[in-house]
């Protein structure tokens, strides 16, 4: 019962109140009526056991009795008897063969399946003596209409359950429509990271409809939040580029003076260096708050991928060389497909760059591109120092760095170039996943589908593992 959806157990519920209300409904009825046909059937009895009485008269030479004691009336039957039980004139049920001695009052006597009541009165007719006058009704002839009512019923009841159960699973469904219509718009917002997606429920204006309301009301407030937020990060580094520039540009300015000493040069360059990697630190905050606003330019065109990965290896050559790293290209030559350039070439110039910082010294990266059916496979591959388990899925966030104390170097990292190489291969439709052993190295890997602009469900991505 736990795991079932509400809208059975509403309906349970109801249809088990339904049926044990039309039980009790029916059980209350049925025995009022009951005994309601009884009280009836021995009032008409007695009435007319009075009624034959009063006319029963003699005449003097005979015995003259009522001709209503011939008649069966609503299954009563009359019968007149003398003083010594011998019967006088009237009529006796067929079914009535016992003998029952006359007794004033009412009794009940059951024979057989068949229960009879009896109703006896003895009276004085003047000249004559005593006569006694007795009615026979067979209860079970009351109440055979009771019994049919009953039988019906209880074929009735059945249906009746049924129809509640089905009326019931309706009126409920119907009444969780705005539910579902609910839960599927949070799916949404919650899939699709899109705030801009409301409920907007119409038509009765009842519980529901106020709490989707108040649920589109928080949205709105939820959406303008996060909108400001992004602008901020936007405005922040905006206003930041500036100074960053004039420090950049003062410090080449100071290192072309030969007059400075060794001490002064080292800490210009130091302020150099930092003030670099703020720069790109801030060109990456500007790429991913444009990406988040939707204002991230994307111009897909068709490419030559293997001459654009070749480039992007060559140019990150001098970084490896410096390290002793040499980079080794598996690279199928020819593959077109339809890519942003810039965007193609961030993501490389990222992932090698980080085999390259997180390399050791004297190691290799390979640099991969294949294509597999209608999608393009790229990954890179270092022998360096790894990420550990525990800090390979956070990687892609936001300004997370994994132990940087592990280069043994300056960090100058950011923490912000594998979001954006995940947002650049997300918005090509692709997808981005990445295997490490600390210690042993990385390996980053990709699918783009070639043709971006087709259909998402009939892309194949290759067998290889990402
Ligand atoms: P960063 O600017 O710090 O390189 P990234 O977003 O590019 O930021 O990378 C996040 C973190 O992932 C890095 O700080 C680093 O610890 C880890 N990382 C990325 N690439 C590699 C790699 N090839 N080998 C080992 N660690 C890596």
């Known amino acids: 019962m736990k795991k079932l959806p509400l809208k059975w157990k509403l309906t349970i519920l109801y249809t088990a109140f339904m049926t044990i ?13 009951s005994s309601e046909i009884l009280s009836s059937v021995e009032q008409e009895m007695e009435e007319k056991v009075f009624g034959v009485s009063e006319d029963i008269q003699w005449t003097g030479k005979r015995l003259q009795l009522d001709r209503d004691l011939y008649e069966v009336e609503n299954g009563i039957y009359l019968s007149a008897y003398n003083e010594n039980g011998s019967l006088l004139g009237g009529r006796i049920p067929y079914e009535f063969t016992e003998d029952v001695p006359l007794e004033e009052g009412l009794r009940k006597i059951s024979a057989g399946d068949i229960q009879w009541d009896i109703r ?9 003596g005593t006569v006694w006058v007795r009615g026979i009704t067979s209860i079970t002839d009351a ?25 019931g699973y309706l009126f409920v469904r119907r009444a969780f429509r705005p539910v579902a219509q609910l839960t599927a718009t949070a799916r949404e917002i919650y899939e699709k990271e899109d705030l801009s997606k409301r409920i ?8 529901i409809y106020v709490m989707a309301e108040t649920f589109d009301m928080m949205l709105d407030k939820l959406e303008a939040s996060f909108e400001k937020e992004k602008r901020f990060t936007s405005d922040a580094s905006h206003e930041l580029r500036t100074p960053v520039t004039v420090i950049l ?6 290192l072309e003076d030969r007059e400075l000493s060794e001490e002064e040069r080292s800490a210009v360059e130091a302020i150099r260096r930092k003030a670099r990697s703020m720069s790109k630190m801030i060109s990456q905050l500007l790429f991913l708050s444009r990406a988040d606003q939707g204002r991230q330019a994307v111009h897909k065109e068709l490419l030559d991928l293997s001459l654009i990965t070749e480039m992007a290896a060559e140019e990150q050559e ?8 040499s980079i080794v290209r598996d690279i199928e030559e020819g593959i077109e497909g339809y890519v942003d350039e810039t965007l193609f070439i961030r993501l490389w110039m990222n992932l090698i760059g980080n085999a390259i910082s997180y390399g050791k010294e004297g190691g290799w990266l390979k640099v991969s591109l294949k294509k597999e059916k209608n999608t393009v496979f790229g990954a890179v591959e270092d ?8 800090q390979l899925p956070h990687i892609w966030e936001r300004f997370y760095q ?6 043994g170097k300056e960090n100058t990292g950011s923490g912000l170039g594998l979001p954006m190489v995940k947002w650049i291969v997300e918005t090509h439709g692709g997808k981005i996943s990445v295997r490490s052993t600390p210690g042993a190295g990385s390996r980053f890997a990709f699918y783009l589908p070639l043709d971006p602009t087709a259909d998402p469900a009939a892309v194949t991505f290759g067998e290889k593992e990402v």
């Open 200 to 207: 907007g429920l119409t038509g009765e204006k009842n519980e």
């Open 143 to 167: 109440e055979s209409s009771l019994r049919i009512t009953v039988r019906f019923s209880l074929v009735l009841f059945p249906l009746m359950v049924a129809l509640a159960a089905v009326l």
């Open 402 to 407: 994994a132990d940087t104390s592990r280069t």
């Open 318 to 325: 001098a970084m490896a060389t410096e390290k002793n790293i």
């Open 120 to 128: 006896d009165t003895a009276l004085e007719v003047p000249g004559y």
């Open 383 to 390: 022998n360096g120092i790894g990420i550990s388990q525990e």
């Open 249 to 254: 540009s003062q410090c080449d300015y100071l």
């Open 21 to 33: 209300l039309t039980v009790v409904m029916l059980g209350v009825l049925l025995s009022l009526s």
